[in-house]
Structure formats: C-alpha cells, structure tokens
C-alpha cells in the first residue's frame, strides 16, 4: 500500500486551488491535508464554496510555514503573483516540495519580471533553483526536482501549439503572430469592471494588447528552444464564457510541408506524452473538446497561397493551464505515472 503524499494547498478560495481541490480529491497516491487562506483562515470552505458540502468541509488554515511543515509533504501555492515569491522560499526551507502557480518563478531575468509584472522580483537564486514546469518540453527535468514553477494558461496552449514546428526548423519565427482568447475565469475569482456580468456578456474584447504579462514567459521558452533572441505578437482577447483558451497561431513556413507533414512532426515529438492530441488533417479543435480535462488538443491549416500555417491549440485554462498540469508536475515529481489523477473525459456538451 502507498503511503500517500501529503498535500498543502495555499490560495484554497481562488479558481486555481478549488480546482486542484477537486482534481486531488481522487487521486490515488496523494491527500489533501491542509487548506489555507491568509484571508480567509479559521472560516470552512464551504462558506466560500458551498458545492464542497459533505466532501471537503475543513477550517482553512493560515499560511504559518511550521504548522505547515507538520501537516504536509508538498505545498502547490496557487496565489497571486507577488506573494509566492515570500512563501515559497519559507516553504522550501522547512523542507517542504513547493510547486508554484503564479507566474513569480518563471520568468529566470529579475529585470523583465519587474518590467511586465510591475512587482518586486524573487531572489535570483530561488528564480534558478526552479524548475520550468511544462511537461511535455521539459519533463525530464521536472523529475526529482522539489521546486516547480507551473507555466501560465496562455503560454501552455501557445508553447504546446509553437514548439514542436520551431524545434523542427519549420517555421520562421521572426514571423509569429498569436491571437489568444481565454474563458473569464481566467481573471480570477476577484470582483471587477472588466468581469462584470453587464460589461462581459454579448461581448469580445481585447485586452492587455502588446503588455501582456505572459508574453516574456512564451518568448523565454521559444528562444531557448530556436537558440536565438525569440520576440512575438501576442494579443489576449476575452470571451464571454467560463472556461477555455484557444491559440490561434501564424507564422511563415521555411519548408514545403503540408497538414499531413505537419502531424506526423508533432505525433512524433509529443509520442508518449498523452495529454497532447494532434487532430487528423482537415479537423481542427474547439474549447468544448478540452472542457474539464488536462489536455491540449492541436489541428493545422497549411495555406499554400502565402506559404503560412495556422495552428489552432485549446486547453481548459484551470485545468491544463493551471491545476492539472501542476499535478502532472507532482507525478513527474515524484516519480510517478504523469496521468494518475488526471485520467478522466472532458465535460461534453
């Protein structure tokens, strides 16, 4: 029998920690242990979360380290950005795994931190000590490694749909355009203007354009993977819906390829990888497909007329773009098959 893996998680009332609430509740290997809420401590999940009656009815714990320490083997900190970068240092040195949500370890230069997300940076050695948490690139290293920094929704489904074409020398990627739209969860659970029922319903709109906050994070990636100074257009829009992200992406072809090229290189590239589903030629995905789950479904347009391809990725954003994706990390982490817990159908219709 398994001794199971002792979870923490910080942020338990944001989208992000209900969500690996739900996700953990059938795991096989792990148990949640504590919930925390510097807001909201010493009050029961439910009150913020009514749906958790009968399942998950605990007193939310504050985020003291030591009484962690005592509950706990790994912490996922599903915080704002800004306050990981406190915690998880504390987490770490008590002796605790730490996977992180935010985006306050991905980014490795503290300079362009600081310029796109407009907060105090971590200490560079905690920035190096992470290790970037996109599965399907970097699997390999994320096994072992007690400190994951979780990529962001719009890079999983960008960096997913992107990489496999780069690292092939198929696209030109002084030519990269990405169209992104994401369901309004994504926003948090936080009340605002931009989320407002009245503002947001019957509507489509563009947001954040050209300071998106997850562009220095897609164009960390990709040019670690072409070897050279990677810089994008990526424009953010939001839909008015619950959940989703798609990627629509553009670049110029620098082979003769075609669609059926086109599969065979990422069937390759993502073989044994079995979040990642490359669609037949001819069919490209929607949101619906990956409602609910931890996958990226992917689908290809060659237009021989301008020598481009359009590349469509969907992901659900609080699953593969957030909590899911963090607990394929915890199984890699722990050396573990990267699908336990996560082995479920999307939500159809």
Same mark, same amino acid.
């Given at each position: 029998?398994?001794n199971?893996?002792? *979870?923490? *998680? $910080? /942020? ?19 148990? #949640? ?8 401590a /010493? &009050?029961?999940?439910?009150e913020?979360?009514?749906? %958790?009656q009968?399942?998950?009815e605990?007193?939310?714990?504050d985020v ?8 706990? =083997? ?13 915690l998880?240092?504390?987490? #770490? ?5 730490? #996977?992180d949500? &935010?985006?306050?370890?991905? *980014?490795?230069?503290?300079?362009? @931190?600081?310029?796109? @997300?407009?907060?105090p940076a971590?200490e560079?050695a905690? %920035?190096d ?14 096994? =072992?490694?007690?400190?994951i ?9 960008t ?5 496999? +074409?780069?690292q092939?020398? %198929?696209i ?11 369901g $309004?969860s994504?926003?948090?659970? /936080? ?9 947001l319903?019957?509507?489509?709109? +563009?947001?954040?354009?050209?300071q ?26 939001l ?9 629509t ?18 069937e ?8 990642v589903?490359?669609?037949?030629e ?14 990226c =479904?992917?689908g !290809? ?10 590349i ?9 773009g957030?909590?899911g994706?963090?607990?394929q ?6 050396g ?7 082995? !479920?159908?999307?939500? @159809?219709?």
């Amino acid at each position: 029998m398994v001794n199971k893996l002792r *979870i923490a *998680i $910080v /942020g338990s009332t944001g989208y992000g920690g209900v969500e690996l609430m739900r996700l953990l509740q059938s795991h096989p290997n792990a148990e #949640i242990t504590s919930v925390i809420s510097s807001s909201s401590a /010493g &009050s029961l999940i439910t009150e913020g979360y009514p749906h %958790l009656q009968g399942i998950r009815e605990e007193v939310l714990d504050d985020v003291d380290p030591e009484l962690i320490k005592q509950k706990a =083997d790994l912490v996922f900190l599903a915080t704002p950005a800004g306050v990981a970068s406190k915690l998880a240092p504390q987490y #770490i040195a008590a002796g605790l795994k730490v #996977i992180d949500l &935010s985006g306050d370890f991905r *980014i490795k230069d503290r300079d362009v @931190y600081e310029q796109w @997300y407009k907060k105090p940076a971590a200490e560079q050695a905690h %920035l190096d000590q992470a290790v970037f948490g996109l599965a399907e690139v970097y699997g390999d290293t994320v096994v =072992d490694a007690p400190f994951i920094s979780n990529p962001g929704c719009f890079p999983t489904a960008t960096l997913l749909g992107i990489v496999p +074409a780069l690292q092939g020398g %198929l696209i030109d990627h002084n030519t990269l355009v990405i169209d992104a739209k994401s369901g $309004v969860s994504g926003a948090g659970r /936080g009340a605002s203007l931009g989320t407002h029922y009245s503002e947001l319903n019957e509507n489509f709109k +563009a947001y954040k354009i050209n300071q998106h906050q997850h562009i220095p994070e897609i164009e960390m990636v990709l040019s670690q993977v072409a070897d050279e100074q990677v810089t994008v257009s990526f424009t953010t829009h939001l839909v008015p819906m619950t959940r989703g992200i798609m990627a629509t992406i553009y670049a110029k072809l620098n082979q003769n390829v075609t669609e059926s090229d086109l599969i065979k290189h990422y069937e390759q590239y993502y073989e044994g990888r079995p979040f990642v589903r490359i669609r037949p030629e001819g069919q490209w995905p929607a949101t619906k497909e990956v409602w609910g789950s931890n996958y990226c =479904d992917i689908g !290809f347009s060659v237009d021989k007329r301008t020598n481009r391809v359009t590349i469509i990725s969907v992901i659900d954003n609080l699953v593969k773009g957030a909590a899911g994706q963090a607990i394929q990390n915890m199984n890699l982490m722990m050396g573990w098959d990267e699908t336990l817990g996560l082995q !479920f159908v999307p939500v @159809y219709p």
